[in-house]
């Protein structure tokens, strides 16, 4: 069953006390109740595992590890994995924040933030919690063959994940854009969802390669990228990509994508 924002459980990670009263007070005002805080990365593990909240809001600097490791440890925890995460941080390094985009975080909440801020990450949490499947007219989902292409196997499970929740659950995944060639050799895909830093062949020269010397260049091109670079992104547009998806990845702006780029 659905679940409202008013309904959500949250664990917050935060070691100020101060600031673990200024969230909670902003969680407060958009309803929700069931807060619970801790001031570390152990006590937030010992306490999902009794108790799996709805998502976690975590800072980025932790007394024992980082708000990127404490991410990184719950995808590759078998039970919990599918927790919802929110990262609060003034980080703005594009590498640390990058290693916590590709784990599958669900926002990444500046400090300070404000009171809108918070609740757009609670409403893409929820929309993770909540999926809708895909309605196209008069295709059957299940027929839509997709190619998943990240090197980055947290990457490639969060992203695989979302799109089965949205009904799309026949997918191939290619660790690069050179497996991803060899792949395309031999099969065809209604849907390309390729990230864009990769070692090997990255996105953009996939997406050339797709687009100039495959047997299907016209298949459908969503690039999943945290880059911001201009100039590169104006590199891969004109290498061909439908179109470009920011990190996190998003179920809302993802499924509006798809059903336009697949109507």
């Given at each position: 069953m659905d679940i409202d924002l008013q309904d959500l459980?949250?664990?917050?990670?935060?070691?100020?006390?101060?600031?673990?009263?200024?969230?909670?007070?902003?969680?407060?005002?958009?309803?929700?109740?069931?807060?619970?805080?801790?001031?570390?990365?152990?006590?937030?593990?010992?306490?999902?595992?009794?108790?799996?909240?709805?998502?976690?809001?975590?800072?980025?600097?932790?007394?024992?590890?980082?708000?990127?490791?404490?991410?990184?440890?719950?995808?590759?925890?078998?039970?919990?994995?599918?927790?919802?995460?929110?990262?609060?941080?003034?980080?703005?390094?594009?590498?640390?924040?990058?290693?916590?985009?590709?784990?599958?975080?669900?926002?990444?909440?500046?400090?300070?933030?404000?009171?809108?801020?918070?609740?757009?990450?609670?409403?893409?949490?929820?929309?993770?919690?909540?999926?809708?499947?895909?309605?196209?007219?008069?295709?059957?989902?299940?027929?839509?063959?997709?190619?998943?292409?990240?090197?980055?196997?947290?990457?490639?499970?969060?992203?695989?994940?979302?799109?089965?929740?949205m009904g799309l659950d026949n997918i191939t995944e290619a660790i690069n854009g050179l497996e991803a060639v060899d792949i395309l050799n031999s099969s065809l895909f209604d849907l390309i969802v390729t990230d864009y830093n990769m070692p090997e062949m990255d996105g953009r020269e996939l997406s050339a390669y797709i687009r100039q010397n495959s047997n299907q260049p016209s298949v459908p091109i969503i690039m999943v990228t945290s880059e911001h670079n201009k100039s590169r992104l104006a590199a891969v547009q004109q290498a061909g990509v439908s179109a470009i998806c920011d990190k996190p990845f998003e179920p809302d702006n993802v499924r509006q994508l798809i059903s336009q780029l697949l109507q």
């Open positions: 459980s949250v664990l917050l990670v935060e070691p100020s006390g101060t600031q673990q009263r200024i969230i909670q007070r902003e969680l407060n005002s958009l309803g929700i109740v069931n807060v619970d805080c801790v001031n570390s990365a152990q006590e937030a593990l010992n306490f999902i595992s009794f108790s799996a909240p709805d998502v976690v809001l975590s800072a980025y600097y932790l007394s024992d590890m980082t708000g990127s490791e404490l991410l990184h440890t719950l995808r590759e925890d078998e039970v919990n994995h599918e927790i919802c995460f929110v990262l609060v941080s003034s980080v703005t390094d594009i590498h640390q924040l990058d290693t916590v985009r590709q784990a599958g975080v669900v926002a990444i909440l500046p400090k300070p933030f404000d009171a809108n801020d918070m609740k757009l990450a609670l409403k893409a949490t929820l929309s993770h919690i909540n999926p809708e499947a895909i309605q196209i007219e008069n295709a059957h989902l299940e027929d839509l063959k997709i190619l998943v292409v990240d090197d980055s196997a947290l990457a490639r499970k969060y992203i695989k994940k979302t799109l089965v929740s």
